[in-house]
């Protein structure tokens, strides 16, 4: 029999929106295609959702307004009347018909929101930045444990199928290992001309490249890193730049270099992000990991690619690389592809866990480490009291 997930959602902006939507795409006519030319029909199935264990239902949405969630449920969840609209967060928490919290508000409040929620016994999937720093992570990770509930960072990424079949190629030895991972995301948010307080400007909100961008293009390096057999889950080291925006001070260009020497891996990620800048690849490539007999390029947006290519080298007589093979790798669903997630907290929550064996809290808490040091080597410092835990 499948296990039914009753979510409680958190807030009702953006992302709190498209996650609630996806909820509603059925798991089982869910057919994912692969398309275009370099069609890998052979594997087409392996890559269909067609999810049958785990059903998702949205239970509650709360809003610091009751009229902002009544609103959502009737965007978002066709005014499904079984859902529950409050004008608090703390009614989601306190609902006995809600299992697992989805938590879609800004960064520096996902401590407090998560606490609340893994007080409560509720399983707890918080949107990235998972926390502010890591010694917030680490104070949530405690309580999960104290409280024996299901808590993870939504790094949505991390379970799409693409991540997945590349992560396959990249450790299965036929490109060798990787040597460099240069990884780019930027938005341009037109900062001279929004408010202040949004949450991309406020300091107050965690706002800047770093926090809200960074976990993309860091997110391929761990896959294609830090994960690789090679490296024996060895942190790196880390330097880091910022460039801050005068109109706040929070940081609008970062970049970051990670060195993984210290196992069997030899690599370095050279990764960026900003807030004023249009994306690198616009039109192409986003993410390029060199290896050593080859290079796979991830498509654009990195946060949600639908196509990598794998170009094979071969060494001609003079040393000299050569192409010998090229392919183009598809990926098409329905929805937005925040479900492939939510199947894992299911998954997890149904078997007991407290912990995801594929976004486990030690990877969380390695993010955050980074963006600690990172903010530390540019001056990028939180205004007094955003910090819950320091
Ligand atoms: N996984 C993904 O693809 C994405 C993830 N994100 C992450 O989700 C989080 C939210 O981003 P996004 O949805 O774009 O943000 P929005 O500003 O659109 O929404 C945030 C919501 O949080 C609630 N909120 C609570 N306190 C505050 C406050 N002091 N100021 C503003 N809002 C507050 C509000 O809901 P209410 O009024 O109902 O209480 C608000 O609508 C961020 O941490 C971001 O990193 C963002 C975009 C994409
Ligand atoms: O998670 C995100 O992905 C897309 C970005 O535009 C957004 O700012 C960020 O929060």
Redesign the pocket.
């Known amino acids: 029999m499948a296990t039914t997930i009753r979510w409680g959602i958190i807030?009702?902006?953006?992302?709190?929106e498209?996650f609630a939507k996806d909820m509603v795409v059925d798991p089982k006519t869910f057919v994912l295609l692969d398309s275009g030319s370099g069609l890998r029909t052979d594997q087409c199935d392996t890559f269909s959702r067609d999810v049958h264990d785990v059903v998702h239902k949205v239970a509650a949405v709360g809003?610091?307004?009751l009229e902002?969630?009544q609103s959502f449920i009737e965007r978002a969840l066709e005014g499904d009347k079984d859902v529950k609209g409050y004008g608090t967060y703390a009614e989601v928490y306190a609902d006995s018909n809600v299992d697992a919290i989805y938590i879609?508000?800004?960064?520096t409040?996902?401590y407090e929101n998560a606490l609340c929620g893994i007080k409560a016994k509720k399983h707890i999937l918080c949107?990235?930045?998972v926390t502010s720093n890591a010694a917030e992570l680490r104070s949530l990770i405690a309580a999960a444990k104290e409280n024996n509930v299901f808590f993870m960072e939504?790094l949505?990424t991390r379970f799409q199928p693409l991540a997945l079949e590349l992560k396959k190629i990249s450790e299965s030895g036929v490109l060798g290992n990787p040597i460099v991972v240069n990884a780019d995301l930027s938005g341009d948010f037109d900062i001279r001309n929004i408010p202040t307080t949004h949450?991309i400007l406020d300091p107050k909100?965690g706002g800047g490249a770093i926090l809200?961008l960074g976990p993309y293009p860091l997110i391929w390096a761990i896959i294609t890193l830090f994960e690789h057999p090679s490296n024996n889950s060895t942190k790196p080291s880390v330097t880091g730049s910022i460039l801050k925006t005068p109109i706040t001070g929070v940081d609008a260009n970062t970049s970051f270099t990670l060195n993984f020497s210290q196992a069997n891996l030899s690599a370095q990620a050279v990764l960026s992000c900003s807030i004023n800048a249009n994306p690198i690849g616009a039109g192409g490539n986003g993410v390029t990991i060199r290896y050593e007999k080859g290079i796979i390029r991830v498509g654009e947006p990195i946060?949600c690619p639908k196509s990598f290519e794998v170009t094979y080298l071969e060494k001609d007589q003079q040393g000299r690389n050569r192409v010998v093979k090229e392919e183009k790798i598809f990926f098409e669903y329905r929805g937005g592809g925040?479900y492939f997630q939510a199947d894992e907290v299911a998954r997890c929550v149904r078997d007991g866990k407290i912990e995801s064996n594929v976004w486990t809290h030690a990877k969380s808490l390695l993010q955050m480490e980074i963006f600690d040091e990172v903010r530390r080597q540019g001056g990028y410092v939180l205004p007094p009291g955003v910090e819950k835990v320091v």
């Open positions: 807030s009702t902006g953006k992302i709190a498209c809003s610091r307004s902002s969630a879609g508000t800004p960064h409040y996902h949107e990235k930045p939504a949505w949450r909100l809200d946060f925040w």
